[in-house]
């Protein structure tokens, strides 16, 4: 059983909000988004299926949107409102991303939620939180995380090269994130015999403590870390750990050993590869192998550990040199050190690997007439089960049906204009 079952979300539509909303959904919560008339802009974000405009068709939303219901309702308007009022009564949860001030000008600040609604969950998401002098500043996923920090720490070790940020909307799924475990977290207090409660997420602070050393090294002792090629950002910078395999593709050589069973390992992989006598520091791993651990802390100030660990990066680097991409990742694998082939996204999701662990997902297209392949599971429990239970909804595909459900008067609704004029 998937482990959200029974579990009402209401999602006031919102490109920031969405990936919590499929986070939960995908968990098995019944998530009700609930777009304005007209549908949500998101469903006009490219790529569109077969470069076919149409909101309908917009991978983005099809991604973003997965088990979810839509309803279409103007919750601005008296009667669009007393109806989303009515569906809070009976959810568990509401998620939304409106800037600050928004709901409270709309007749839902926190009195009409949490305060009159005792079993609510309420997350919001916001750029900079809903209270500091920072609030009412716009944002975009590009300022997120130019401005949180993960945009410094990523690049490459030519600083004459700009910063990169992570692609594919991460500044908003980083919130999303923490908007999701907020939801739980607080759902679970209710269970225990608390009540529901507001959570704000801020996607500045989200973002900012993914930074790893960065944060800490400016705020306790003011030093800035560089930006390398595939590895964590440092005030000093460490040895390249991208390497092009013989086969011409770049792989990530990983964490060197630090054990004696992960030296030993090594050793035998580059004997087996005959490639021994063309290390000198291979010396260097036999004493990696008596040793009981590699004290990282040490690196720089003791020679010998510095000598060890440094023995086992170029241990990996000549054996990348001489053995393709996919056989050093099975090589590293088998020795059970941590290495990656760099992938573009397409080849990561074909990989045996990621294939075989159930990340490709056909789901049923309506709109296409045939089955579609998704991103799979984030996780693997072995008792809470995650799945698609249907693709991304139609805009307003479940109005009728959820308001229903709530006991709401469809007709009387669809007559105020809530629903949107024809």
Known sequence: ?????????????????????????????????????????MRSHEPFVDDLPDRERSLTWWHYNTSKRSIVLDWRCPEGLEALRVLLARADILIEAEDPGVLVQNGLDDAALTGALPRLVHVSMTPFGPTGE??????????????????????????????????????????????????????????????????????HAAANVTTEMASYDWLVQKRTVQRQTGRHATEKRSMPSQVRCADGRYVNTGVPPRTPQEF????????????????????????????????????????????IFAAGREALVLIASRVSAQQFFLGAQRAGLPAGVIYSPEEAFEDPHFVARGMQVEVEQPQLGRKVRYPGPPYAFGKSRWMISHPAPALGQHTEEVLAEAGIDVARVRASGAFGRS
């Not at 919102?14 to 008339?37: Q, T, Y």
């Not at 908003?172 to 923490?178: M, Q, S, T, V």
Request: with cysteine; glycine share 14%.
């Open 1 to 41: 059983m998937s482990a959200l079952v029974g579990v009402r979300v209401i999602e006031l539509a919102h490109e920031r909000i969405a990936f919590a909303g499929k986070l939960l959904g995908d968990m098995g919560a019944d998530v009700v988004v609930v777009e304005p008339p007209g549908g949500s802009p």
């Open 134 to 203: 920072r609030r009412h500043e716009l944002a975009t996923d590009l300022t997120i995380l130019a401005g949180s920090g993960p945009a410094w720490n990523c690049g490459y070790d030519d600083h004459r090269l700009p910063p990169i940020r992570g692609g594919g909307g991460h500044g908003y799924a980083i919130g999303c994130h923490y908007a999701a475990m907020s939801a739980l977290t607080a759902l679970l207090h209710r269970e225990r015999g608390g009540r529901g409660q507001r959570v704000d997420v801020s996607m």
């Open 264 to 307: 030993g390992r090594l050793l035998a992989w580059l004997r087996e590869l005959d490639l021994e006598q063309e290390l000198p520091e291979a010396v260097f791993l036999q004493m990696g192998m008596e040793r009981d651990r590699i004290d990282l802390s040490k690196i720089g100030t003791d020679d010998e550990v510095t000598a």
